[in-house]
């Protein structure tokens, strides 16, 4: 497995490694299913997680070599929370809806304590990563929109974006310029996925305002 982590080509100046562009198109996929509401989103998020982990693991990114942790993790979760079909669409893909302002308030307040707590470990550590603010950021934003996706909340596609705001400068920065390149694809897509949950809402809804009283 040591070829995962040797250089594959170098684009426009910059070298690009094996295992960075493998667990990123393998991530790309898993945002694809993601969009089009397929369980199949979570294996693929699984398998993207562990090629990246052994990827920013060699590079000293504990923060995003954590996350990508907590990223199989939340795929474990996400796969068993939309295999159970809870509120499960016609067309038999998941049922997407926004988040309601106290879930908001909860998903916000999550991520603030929990990038302040992160960057806190970081900071007393300095061995764990040599950017701790936004290695922390990154950790924490991920796993607040990976667990908003697999509640079926239209929000994360939010959090998404504003991880990859911080995200691509970040992977530039240290060398992962594949991860740079594709999270720039990620906001793009971000977006696109963004539109369809949003328009999804009013789908799934209506056949019970249809079926409502006048």
Same mark, same amino acid.
Not at 170 to 181: D, I, K
């Given at each position: /497995?040591?070829?995962?982590?040797?250089?594959?080509?170098?684009?426009?100046?910059?070298?690009?490694?094996?295992?960075? +562009?493998?667990?990123?198109?393998?991530?790309?996929?898993?945002?694809?299913?993601?969009?089009?509401?397929?369980?199949?989103?979570?294996?693929?998020?699984?398998?993207?997680?562990?090629?990246?982990?052994?990827?920013? @693991?060699?590079?000293?990114?504990?923060?995003?070599?954590?996350?990508?942790?907590?990223? +199989?993790?939340?795929?474990?979760?996400?796969?068993?929370?939309?295999?159970?079909?809870?509120?499960?669409? @016609?067309?038999?893909?998941? @049922?997407?809806?926004?988040?309601?302002?106290?879930?908001?308030?909860?998903?916000?307040?999550?991520?603030?304590?929990?990038?302040?707590?992160?960057?806190?470990?970081?900071?007393?550590?300095?061995?764990?990563?040599?950017?701790?603010?936004?290695?922390?950021?990154?950790?924490?934003?991920?796993?607040?929109?990976?667990?908003?996706?697999?509640?079926? /909340?239209?929000?994360?596609?939010?959090?998404?974006?504003?991880?990859?705001?911080?995200?691509?400068?970040?992977?530039?920065?240290?060398?992962?310029?594949?991860?740079?390149?594709?999270?720039?694809?990620?906001?793009?897509?971000?977006?696109?996925?963004?539109?369809?949950?949003?328009?999804?809402?009013?789908?799934?809804?209506?056949?019970?305002?249809?079926?409502?009283? @006048?």
């Amino acid at each position: /497995m040591n070829w995962l982590n040797t250089e594959a080509f170098t684009l426009l100046g910059q070298h690009i490694k094996w295992s960075d +562009m493998t667990g990123n198109v393998i991530g790309l996929l898993g945002l694809v299913f993601g969009w089009r509401r397929s369980i199949w989103s979570w294996p693929i998020q699984f398998l993207a997680g562990l090629v990246l982990f052994a990827a920013f @693991a060699t590079a000293h990114l504990s923060g995003s070599a954590g996350k990508n942790v907590v990223v +199989m993790l939340v795929a474990v979760f996400g796969w068993r929370q939309w295999n159970r079909g809870k509120g499960g669409a @016609a067309d038999g893909h998941i @049922a997407v809806r926004f988040a309601t302002w106290r879930e908001r308030a909860v998903l916000l307040g999550a991520a603030a304590a929990g990038t302040v707590a992160v960057a806190g470990l970081f900071l007393a550590y300095p061995s764990l990563s040599w950017d701790p603010w936004p290695d922390a950021y990154i950790f924490v934003g991920t796993v607040v929109a990976m667990y908003a996706q697999a509640r079926g /909340m239209v929000e994360f596609w939010f959090a998404w974006l504003l991880v990859d705001v911080v995200g691509v400068p970040l992977n530039f920065a240290n060398g992962f310029a594949f991860s740079g390149f594709v999270y720039i694809i990620y906001g793009a897509l971000v977006l696109w996925g963004m539109r369809d949950w949003w328009l999804r809402t009013r789908t799934d809804a209506r056949p019970v305002l249809e079926g409502a009283p @006048a």
